[in-house]
């Protein structure tokens, strides 16, 4: 079975600092790694992939996430957060060994103060 | 625009009141999907669609039912509906299951009292 771990239901950090937010994944075949972002009142939107390559993958909006095989680990960061960054983000784990299941973590609420 | 739209993005109903959430995409995305979001359990797969006429259960199909008669239309059917079928509610297509990316709708917040 697939599954997905966002241990942290909140992070709060200030404007300028840099974000973190963490994911761990078990799959049975090779990951195919993502993460999205959900904005009040709007559906998600695809923020980057990891699917093979080098482990650091930049996606949009500053975002970049680091693929961590031993650690089985897809950490989302950004080097320095905005307020604009605020939002509810997921991370997804698809294996193509198992009929190509897509699988989401229960999300991570980022607060990014002023 | 490319985009996924679901209708209604709000319904109140009350129990065993037969109730469909549209949803519809122009992108000409073969694969489909729904999903609902509660709290602390992220996103869960309701059904999905391959392509016209080819549906199949994803991880909590029941009290649901869905159809794919067009390939840009794939409403979701609440025969009976019951409170715990209370959530947020996303469609989302992709050009085929394999794709990386998911188009998701705006969502529709569901309340059954």
């Known amino acids: 079975a697939q599954s997905v771990a966002q241990p942290e239901d909140q992070v709060n950090v200030a404007e300028g600092n840099p974000l973190t937010v963490k994911c761990t994944y078990s799959?049975?075949?090779?990951?195919?790694l993502f993460w999205y972002v959900q904005y009040p009142n709007r559906g998600l939107q695809f923020l980057l992939k990891y699917i093979t390559g080098d482990n650091l993958v930049k996606g949009s909006y500053g975002f970049e996430a680091e693929f961590n095989k031993s650690q089985t680990s897809f950490h989302l960061k950004k080097p320095s957060a905005l307020v604009s960054d605020s939002a509810l983000y997921f991370c997804a784990v698809r294996d193509f060994s198992n009929d190509y299941k897509l699988s989401f973590g229960a999300g991570t609420t980022v607060t990014v103060r002023a | 625009e490319a985009q996924v739209t679901q209708n209604p993005r709000y319904l109140i109903t009350v129990t065993g009141k037969k109730l469909t959430v549209t949803c519809s995409q122009n992108m000409n995305h073969e694969y489909m999907s729904w999903y609902r979001q509660d709290p602390g359990l992220g996103l869960r797969q309701i059904y999905y669609?391959?392509?016209?006429?080819?549906?199949d259960k994803g991880d909590v199909p029941e009290g649901y039912k869905v159809s794919r008669k067009e390939k840009r239309n794939f409403p979701l059917i609440l025969e009976s509906p019951s409170p715990n079928q209370t959530s947020l509610y996303f469609c989302?297509?992709?050009?085929?299951?394999?794709?990386?990316?998911?188009?998701f709708g705006p969502g529709t917040r569901l309340t059954v009292t």
């Open positions: 989302a297509s992709s050009l085929y299951r394999e794709a990386y990316e998911q188009y």
């Open positions: 799959v049975s075949g090779n990951p195919y």
């Open positions: 669609s391959m392509n016209v006429e080819a549906t």
